[in-house]
C-alpha cells in the first residue's frame, strides 16, 4: 500500500471488505477524512440510544444513523459501504458482556439491528498535530489515557451512567491555544471539558498525573504540564454495555473505526 | 380577558407591548404554545453562548437565535414580534449584576445584541397535567424549587459552571409514567436526569426534602413519594451572570416568558 496517509477512505473500506486490512485505521490512514465510531444494537432500544447521544452530545456526538435492518451505510457518508465488512475489526457482546473479536460480523446482523456512527477525537487529534500541538500519546505512541469521571450522563431510558474522558498534557500557556483549535469540532467531542488539577477534582478523578488511567495507556505530563479533559466515544460504548440490555450489542474493536467519504471540516465542525 | 388558556399567543404579545400584559405567562396562557426563555447578550459571545447551548442542551435547548441587533424575532417562531417589547417583564443585568426590571428594553437594546429563545419546562408540565400527574408546586400554586448541583457543564468558550436543576415530587410507581411522558420533550428538558435519594446524592444535592431550595419555592414531599430532577432553563441565566461579561445582558423575568405561535408539539418534542 502506497503512504498510508493519501490511500482513501474507499480504499481502506475495499481492503477491510476482502479481510486485507486488520490493523487500526488511527495509524494516519486517510488524512483529513472522518474516522467514526460504531455502535449497533436492538432497534428496540434505538430510540433511547438516539437520546443519549441528543442529550449528551460532547461524550456521544451522533454523525449517522442507519434504517434497521438495513446494513447500508448512507451514501453521502461512504459510498457502496456495507458496515457488517468496512470496518477492519469488531467488538461482539452479548447480554452485556464481550464474547468476540471479529473482522467481519455478517453472522452478528438481524433484521432489527440498528448501526450508529458517532464522531471520534481522532478528527482533532490532526488539527492539534497540524499547529505543533501533537498529543503526548502519538508522540509516545500509546494509546491515549482514558477515566471514568463522577460526572452523571443526562439519563435516557434504559441508558445511563458516567462520563468517561479522555486526557492530553499541554503546558499552561498552551491551554488557550489547544481550546480554541478544538472548539469548532463539535461533532468529534469539541473543546475540553476541564483541565488541571482542578478540573480533575470537579470530574472527580484521582490520578491527575496520567500514571493509572481507567483505559488505555500511561502518559507523561511533564514540568509545567496539565492534564487536559475531552469528551471520550467509549462513554457510549461502556453506557451500552453497562446497561446489560438482551441480545447483540457490536461496536468498533479501539482504533479500528469506519473511514468515511467525508472530510472532517465538512461533517465534525460548526465552521 | 376571557379565558387564559384560549388568549391567542398573539394577543398576550400585542398586550406586552402595551404595557397592558405584566403577570406571569406561566399562569396557564395560551395552552398548548410554546413559551421561551430569553437571554439578550453582545454579540461578541455568541458563539460561545451559541456553544454552550449545543454543548448542553438539557439544560439549555435552545430553540430558536436572532441576527445581530435585530430586534424582530423570526416570523415562523412569532409573527409581527420584537423581542424588545413583546415579554411582560425582562432583567437587566450589568457587568454581572442584576440592575433593574423593566416590562420593555428598548434602550437596553444595542446594534451588537443577540437574542437567544430557549425551551422551558412549562411545556412538559402541562402534559404532566393532562395525564393526572400535575406537579406538586402547580397545585401548590408556588414557584418550582430548583437547585445547585456538583454537575459540571460541558465548558464553552468564556462560558462555564454548574448544572441547576428543577424537582417535582412522584409516587415511586409513577416514575416510569412521568419518564414516558416528559421524554419526547427534547428541546424542553426531556426526560428527567435522575431521581430518589441516590439521584440526588449524583447530583451533589444535600436537601432531598425539598425543603430548603436554592431558587423558587420549598415543596411537599408526601409519604411514598421520590423527588424527581429535570434540567433547568435557570441554567444558562446563572453561567451568564456568573461569567461576568462585560456589558448589558437580558433575559425574561422569572415566570414572565415569551409567548410562541408555535405549538409545543411542533418545536420541543421529538415526536
Known sequence: MSDPATVTPAEVRRLCRLNEFRQPTTASYSHGYVQANLIILPEKHAQDFRNLCLRNPVSCPLIGEMRPGDPKVPEHLAADCDIRTDLPRYNVCKDGKLVETKTDIIEEWKEDSVAFLIGCSYSFEAAL????????????????????????????????????????????????AVREITRPYIRAHGEPVAWGTKGARTLGIEDPDGDHPDFGDPTEIREGEIPVYWGCGVTPQQVVIDSGIEGVVVSHAPGHMLVLDQLVKAVCTSE
Open 129 to 176: 498535530s497540524d499547529k505543533n500541538l501533537k498529543p503526548r500519546h502519538t508522540e509516545l505512541k500509546r494509546n491515549v489515557p482514558m477515566y471514568r469521571t463522577s460526572v452523571p450522563l443526562m439519563a435516557a431510558g434504559v441508558f445511563s451512567g458516567r462520563m468517561i474522558v479522555s486526557m492530553r498534557p499541554y503546558p499552561t500557556e498552551s491551554l488557550e
